[in-house]
């Protein structure tokens, strides 16, 4: 069970004092250049609404009248997974806190899977299906406070993943010898494609047990700690895994092959930490020679993030056929034992094929997306926007700031503006894929504002602390960053988060007169900027919606530059 944390109320503190930094100390990336485009348009506020049904809000709201009356304590998921069919059967037992008397209760299963039974306090319970949500009909309402467990018996054969990890389910597969091969994904889809649970991501069991059986020739690697192996005599094996922390449900994995294991003790901010590897067997000495990164990964996100979140439940890293997923705690690796991303590189730098992408980022969500959890799809940024930045701030751990910064600015080649990163709430909707570049590079300005790197290391690890083991609202995370960066985000957040559109520097300079204002923006947008007022050094300035003036010393008037750090688009006006 994750529980939210009630902010204070908000005082919003604006920049007022102009801050000079030298040319020098900026980016050594090429300064973005004005160009000549003229408007003076300004952005509305864009909610991305698409069309849903009656599912989509059974999947995607945790208020309805059948899920908010309970919450998750425990999962207790046993399942028998058959290769030989590409089927699985078996058993969930939810443990549940009642928190007001009701008679229904839903429990999500997605088609071709089938419900064979319900049972509570030794009872079998009627329910109705209502294509992926099954409706229990409790013999009579619970006291409020009291606690009930409901076993939900199932079996079928599971949706296949079409392309893990995006589009998820079972993979059923074979590796470079022929033997079965078998994992899962489910971020976003959902875990309920594969097993019984309350599928949202806002209610969270306080531990789960995953006893997961396959075929004997099969070792199973799961989530937290192994608790115990028990063969049987039809040549299956069960191994049984318990996770001691809150886990998002689609962080449950199934990842059945023919593994080889050594670990290691990582010495962390709060202590030992075990860290296990699970390579394919004829990878072992492939991952001897890449995974060593996770260390430095571990220094470098524990420094910025603070601890690594699930001492108790250790850190794996756990080969799949797929490019790689943040299960918590066996955080999937598919990146071919190489830098970079599958042989690609997205800022353009060449800076990324310095470390491993999959390592950094799918273990960056340890701290954003596993610890920190958004409750509705819809805040999938909380997760992406600062998964991306880590990768940034990786890069400035193994290269230098200014490396960091330039991977991150060259990381806006990938942005689309298509549509608002947030779309629409409670119908289980994901924005646009910039939620990743784009919020990587919201933050990266957000940084530029706070223009304090002790200050923001501490917001960082301070949102960690604040929100720890909790699933959280979008809103919240915005009034976290307003109340303790003490700059007014509000419309920025707007701008970035809500819009496609980028804020425009619009500007003239005429003699030693520099005229700008912001256009193509949200009304009150009043962000301050870097520009460089006296060359080459470059000076906070404020602009709002209105004109302004102000005085500048260039040799030439070209050599006005807006600072690249901060996510905008110079627009000079003829």
């Not at 059974?58 to 999962?75: A, E, I, N, Q």
């Not at 296949?160 to 589009?167: I, K, L, M």
């Not at 991150?408 to 779309?423: A, Q, T, Y």
């Not at 009034?479 to 509000?490: C, H, N, P, Q």
Request: aromatic share 12%.
């Amino acid at each position: 069970m994750r529980c939210t944390t009630p902010l204070a109320a908000l005082v919003f503190i604006g920049l007022t004092a102009a801050t000079s930094v030298p040319l020098s100390a900026q980016s050594s990336g090429s300064a973005a250049r004005p160009d000549t485009v003229i408007s003076v348009a300004r952005a509305p506020r864009v909610q991305y609404v698409p069309k849903s049904s009656r599912a989509d809000t059974l999947r995607g709201s945790y208020t309805t009248p059948s899920r908010k009356w309970w919450d998750v304590t425990f999962y207790d998921l046993h399942v028998r997974v058959n290769p030989a069919d590409s089927s699985v059967a078996g058993y969930n037992a939810i443990t549940y806190k009642v928190l007001s008397p009701a008679r229904e209760l839903q429990v999500d299963l997605m088609e071709p899977l089938v419900v064979d039974s319900m049972r509570q306090d030794g009872k079998a319970i009627t329910f109705r299906r209502e294509g992926a949500a099954f409706f229990a009909a409790l013999p009579s309402a619970p006291t409020a406070g009291t606690q009930k467990t409901i076993t939900v018996y199932y079996h079928g054969k599971p949706q296949v993943a079409r392309n893990p990890p995006w589009q998820g389910g079972f993979t059923w597969t074979t590796d470079s010898l022929g033997r079965p091969w078998i994992v899962t994904t489910d971020q976003g889809m959902g875990a309920s494609v594969w097993w019984p649970n309350k599928d949202t991501q806002a209610d969270e069991p306080d531990s789960q047990r995953v006893a997961l059986t396959v075929p004997s020739s099969l070792q199973d690697v799961s989530n937290g700690r192994l608790r115990s192996t028990t063969k049987h005599a039809d040549g299956t094996t069960t191994y049984e895994w318990f996770v001691k922390n809150p886990i998002n449900n689609y962080a449950i994995a199934v990842a059945a092959g023919n593994y080889a294991h050594y670990s290691e003790t990582y010495n962390g901010l709060k202590g030992p930490l075990s860290v296990d590897y699970w390579p394919l067997d004829y990878n072992l000495a492939a991952a001897h020679r890449q995974w060593p990164q996770v260390r430095s990964m571990l220094a470098c996100f524990e420094h910025w993030f603070g601890p690594y979140p699930w001492y108790e439940d250790g850190y794996k890293l756990i080969e799949v056929p797929n490019t790689g997923m943040e299960h918590q705690s066996a955080v999937s690796y598919g990146n071919w034992f190489a830098n970079g991303y599958r042989k690609r590189e997205s800022s353009g730098t060449g800076l990324g094929f310095q470390w491993d992408f999959i390592i950094v980022h799918e273990s960056a969500h340890e701290w954003f997306g596993n610890n920190v959890t958004s409750k509705d799809n819809a805040d999938m940024w909380v997760h992406e926007s600062f998964a991306n930045y880590a990768e940034g701030i990786y890069t400035e751990c193994v290269a230098g700031k200014d490396a960091g910064a330039r991977y991150i600015v060259g990381n806006r080649r990938g942005i689309r503006n298509d549509r608002p990163i947030i779309p629409a709430y409670n119908v289980n909707d994901q924005g646009s894929g910039d939620m990743y570049p784009k919020g990587g590079e919201m933050l990266h300005t957000i940084r530029q504002l706070v223009n304090d790197d002790a200050k923001w290391r501490a917001i960082l690890t301070g949102m960690n602390t604040t929100f720890r083991h909790q699933t959280v609202t979008g809103a919240q995370i915005e009034a976290y960053f307003s109340t303790s960066t003490g700059v007014k985000l509000d419309k920025v957040f707007d701008q970035y988060l809500r819009t496609t559109q980028i804020p425009a520097f619009e500007y003239t300079i005429t003699g030693d007169t520099l005229r700008y204002r912001w256009a193509d923006v949200v009304p009150g947008f009043d962000m301050p900027v870097r520009v460089t007022l006296d060359w080459p050094t470059m000076t906070l300035i404020h602009p709002t919606t209105q004109w302004q003036t102000t005085k500048v010393k260039l040799g030439n008037a070209s050599d006005f530059r807006v600072d690249e750090n901060f996510y905008v688009v110079p627009r000079k006006i003829p």
